[in-house]
């Protein structure tokens, strides 16, 4: 998969302009490390150009063992964001899909 790329602005390193918070949701480890690409070009970039720091937050429904759409998923690339290629996520929230499935 394509590299995540430079770290996300920090508020200390915008021009000023304030924090945009950006919640990805849903089961992460599904598809974002082929979409975050996409997303940082297209959702990220704009706003960093605007002069914002971004506030990227992750929200993770674990399936765990069970497969998702045929596939047992791999999650080693929602770790933490100094490792190239990972989504720089400043905070990840989990939790395991049968928990999720109770309160709906």
Known sequence: PPAAGPLLRTASQADGNG???VLLY???ARAVRFTW????RRVIGPLEASGLAIDLLGFD???GTQPVDGWVLERDHLAPPSRPGVVPFRQLFSLPQEAVDAKL
């Open 26 to 28: 849903g089961v992460l």
């Open 19 to 21: 924090t945009a918070a």
């Open 61 to 63: 429904v674990d399936p």
């Open 37 to 40: 690409p996409y997303l940082r």
